[in-house]
């Protein structure tokens, strides 16, 4: 009975730190310009879709035992604290096809006090940015009304010169666009930075070339996890594509270790599309490694009692379907 009493009392002690810890607004919030702050409140919220499972995450699950309720709250608190990130473009090169000819800025994102080993790097060209750069203008046009773009020149723009003005050009850039939280949250400021590596490795995973493939997620999903931590089941494609990877290559404990971190982050998300096909692949990876499916085979059991049976595709086949466009 005692060590009950203590557990509740460590859970309420825990969900009185969330509650005071985000209705307390951070450092960033406070020294905003008022005029920010005041557009910001009253604009709806432009990435409601992408954050509404976020959202949804805030009521535990009556279901989860006191231990899991624990591990909810801390989880959640660490969602809570912003990850701050910094862009250097350290060098570009010129690349040349026959009929065409353009710069690729190196963009090298770091974790501010972060080791090299938790860098991304990058290569994006002009017209990417320039295109970042309309996309947001349609969505943001109040945050970006006095944010400049490098004009493009009619002659010169291989110079040494103009490239170098660039490089400055964007960091600074970036780190404005960084600066503004709806941007920095939004779909196309993150797609910016994680798609043509994410279409990259899903092409390769549809071709066959599963180490291609794995290197490339596991470059993209650091980045991921830290520019979407406050929406964790946000990165569960890409957990899941691992996952993938790592069986098809026969790396069973590998897959099992990436499955666990994509099932956490679906706790509270037992609707969405990969859910199913995630408990079945843990329970088959659990079985082979010699590991406790059971518990697992519950969940799949107690979420079909509750549901219709619908087609569900395997989690291999749901995988080869991003990024096809």
Wanted: aromatic fraction near 8%; charge should be negative.
């Amino acid at each position: 009975m005692d060590q009950d009493c203590t557990a509740e009392k460590e859970l309420l002690e825990a969900v009185s730190r969330i509650t005071t810890f985000s209705t307390h607004p951070s450092d960033e919030e406070q020294n905003q310009p008022k005029a920010e702050i005041s557009s910001q409140v009253g604009k709806e919220n432009p990435e409601k879709d992408d954050l509404q499972d976020s959202s949804a995450s805030l009521s535990p699950n009556s279901s989860m035992t006191t231990k899991e309720l624990q591990e909810y709250w801390r989880n959640e608190k660490r969602q809570c604290r912003q990850v701050k990130l910094l862009f250097e473009i350290p060098s570009t090169r010129i690349v040349e096809h026959h009929l065409s000819k353009y710069v690729m800025y190196k963009i090298i994102i770091l974790q501010t006090g972060s080791f090299d080993s938790n860098k991304s790097v990058i290569e994006r060209r002009y017209s990417d940015f320039e295109k970042l750069h309309r996309n947001l203008l349609e969505e943001f046009s109040e945050e970006m009304e006095d944010v400049t773009f490098p004009k493009k020149t009619l002659t010169g723009n291989f110079t040494e010169e103009i490239i170098n003005e660039r490089k400055l050009a964007f960091k600074d850039y970036l780190r404005l666009l960084y600066s503004m939280k709806y941007i920095r949250r939004s779909k196309k400021f993150i797609d910016f930075l994680t798609r043509p590596e994410l279409r990259e490795a899903y092409g390769c995973l549809r071709g066959g070339q599963y180490t291609k493939a794995l290197e490339i997620l596991l470059e993209v999903i650091g980045l991921q996890e830290r520019l979407m931590r406050g929406n964790p089941a946000s990165v569960v494609p890409t957990l899941c594509a691992i996952v993938v990877c790592h069986k098809d290559l026969e790396n069973p404990a590998s897959a099992f270790e990436y499955g666990e971190n994509a099932l956490s982050r679906l706790r509270m998300h037992t609707s969405h599309r990969y859910y199913i096909p995630l408990l079945e692949t843990m329970i088959a990876l659990a079985y082979e490694l010699g590991k406790d499916f059971l518990s697992l085979q519950e969940k799949l059991e107690e979420w079909k009692a509750k549901k219709d049976p619908v087609r569900v595709f395997t989690l291999k086949e749901l995988a080869v379907r991003e990024y096809v466009q």
